[in-house]
């Protein structure tokens, strides 16, 4: 029952975990209306799954959905949370048992969340929900999550220390993995996820008793390469989108592509990026088994019949025989060198506040500026993006349109080129240089910059902005999280209050 490569052999507990993971996604919809077609509805599609799946399996399932529900949950809170809804379904889901049961049940569970030192995941709106009484109570509780974990936590131990682990309570390992893994990759599309924990649990209890070890983890590591890296770029991916929105996230997409083949013409990479954030919008929320194995084969097909003819490293790329594995190839160039291109030419007013064409407009900018500035990351172009995007909300509806935007460019235009320079040489730097000869650079520019600055507060800025660097000038950085360290930045360095980029 092993589906190590991620391939079409599909595991009959992948079905049943599947067709649950549809069902509790329901359940709250469902639960929405249950005064019109009664609670016991709620009650009997929980009890199906339960039966169908059995207790272990059901218990994954909850493990799963909630550690990724409330991804900044310690595992305690998760345990305890998990425990009482397993035990819910198995008191109130035997034969014969009163109907009542699952209700009373499920209104002593949400009393208990309510109360001051509850067990379960903590959560700023619980007091909020819990003014309410009975089914909305319930309800609002089921709402809450919390958002997506930024910089995931889950660092993979060796071999030794996994082995030393699961030998000492296989089962508490299990549930110790799932929690860490899936709270930090929360965003990843629910199949990949179960696919990627259910495949590293059964690679981990085979290598652990193999005797072999060493050879035999190597082995399974090698097979589970595609799947392993799937659900670390399927997190990215669907983190933009959730954070960005699709309009951006195509965006996000062009900027990467414009980057890393900056010859290319718009015309080639504008439709890619939308067929890209078509498929991440399709298959992110998807409980689809092969929705975004099936769509990125797609994607990367069209990507390598577009661009492998202009550029040798796309080409290197798209030869492999494994179409996921060119993805993650493509994914992996490094920004090329920017070429030599003729003077930007800025859009007009007229074209900036055309309701038909704005966003088009914008798009064809932001690609002109991207291949100008290779390493440039998207989530400091995404602050001009932003600032664009409120400059022609604010001034195409005033009554004289054409002044404000041409006030509002002349601030741009002076915060702008300082704004790209420095981000392309901070970025640029941390590219091409090791570590060790980055920070020394960056010490010797701050030493420039603040000649009295004492040996403490030189070596902390500079592991500061190390730091910044590492985590957010790489192509694939958590969005929302850099996107606030850009801001900061930006509002330390801007010497207008007002800075438009902040």
């Known amino acids: 029952e092993r589906n190590n490569s991620g391939g079409n052999h599909t595991p009959l507990w992948f079905h049943h975990i599947m067709k649950a993971v549809v069902t509790f996604l329901l359940l709250l919809f469902v639960a929405t209306h249950a005064e019109h077609r009664g609670r016991p509805y709620v009650r009997d599609k929980v009890c199906q799954e339960f039966k169908t799946m059995g207790k272990d399996d059901f218990r994954t399932m909850t493990l799963i959905m909630n550690s990724r529900k409330f991804s900044n949950a310690t595992f305690e809170e998760i345990s305890h949370l998990v425990h009482e809804i397993v035990s819910l379904a198995e008191t109130c889901c035997a034969d014969g048992v009163d109907p009542s049961c699952y209700d009373a049940g499920s209104s002593a569970l949400s009393t208990k969340s309510c109360s001051p030192n509850s067990p379960f995941p903590a959560h700023p709106e619980i007091a909020a929900c819990c003014l309410h009484q009975g089914l909305e109570r319930k309800l609002c509780l089921a709402a809450l999550e919390h958002p997506p974990r930024q910089l995931p936590l889950y660092v993979e ?156 490293r796309f080409a290197d790329c798209c030869a492999g025989k494994n179409i996921m594995q060119n993805y993650f190839c493509i994914s992996a160039l490094q920004p090329a060198v920017a070429p030599k291109l003729p003077e930007l030419q800025k859009p007009t007013n007229k074209q900036l506040c055309d309701s038909n064409g704005a966003l088009h407009t914008r798009s064809r900018y932001m690609f002109e500026l991207a291949r100008r500035y290779t390493n440039v990351p998207d989530v400091f172009l995404g602050k001009l993006y932003d600032a664009s995007e409120n400059v022609i909300r604010e001034c195409c509806s005033a009554k004289d349109a054409s002044t404000c935007l041409d006030s509002k460019r002349q601030q741009v235009g002076a915060e702008m080129p300082a704004f790209l320079e420095k981000a392309n040489q901070l970025c640029g730097q941390y590219t091409e240089l090791n570590f060790l000869d980055f920070k020394k650079r960056l010490r010797d520019s701050i030493r420039q910059t603040q000649p009295d600055a004492s040996p403490e507060l030189l070596a902390q800025l500079t592991d500061q902005r190390a730091d910044f660097a590492s985590t957010c000038c790489p192509a694939n950085s958590p969005p929302l999280y850099c996107a606030a360290q850009v801001t900061a930045e930006l509002a330390n360095t801007c010497k207008q209050r007002s800075c438009m980029l902040v």
Not at 199 to 211: E, H, K, Q
Not at 249 to 256: A, G, I, V, W
Not at 265 to 288: G, N, R, Y
């Open 157 to 312: 131990p060796s071999n030794e220390e996994l082995c030393q682990e699961f030998k000492k309570d296989p089962k508490d390992f299990a549930d110790r993995f799932l929690h860490k893994y899936v709270s930090s990759y929360s965003q990843a599309p629910l199949p990949v996820l179960f696919s990627s924990t259910r495949n590293f649990l059964s690679m981990v209890s085979t290598c652990c008793i193999s005797p072999s070890p060493t050879v035999c983890f190597l082995k399974e590591k090698l097979q589970r390469k595609t799947l392993s890296l799937l659900t670390l770029m399927s997190n990215r991916a669907c983190s933009r989108l959730a954070g960005y929105g699709k309009d951006k996230m195509k965006f996000s997409y062009l900027t990467m592509l414009a980057q890393k083949i900056p010859t290319a013409s718009f015309e080639d990479l504008s439709p890619l990026a939308e067929d890209a954030a078509e498929v991440f919008s399709q298959c992110c929320d998807s409980v689809a088994e092969d929705c975004i194995q099936q769509k990125l084969s797609e994607h990367t097909t069209k990507v390598c019949t577009t661009l492998s003819d202009k550029d040798k």
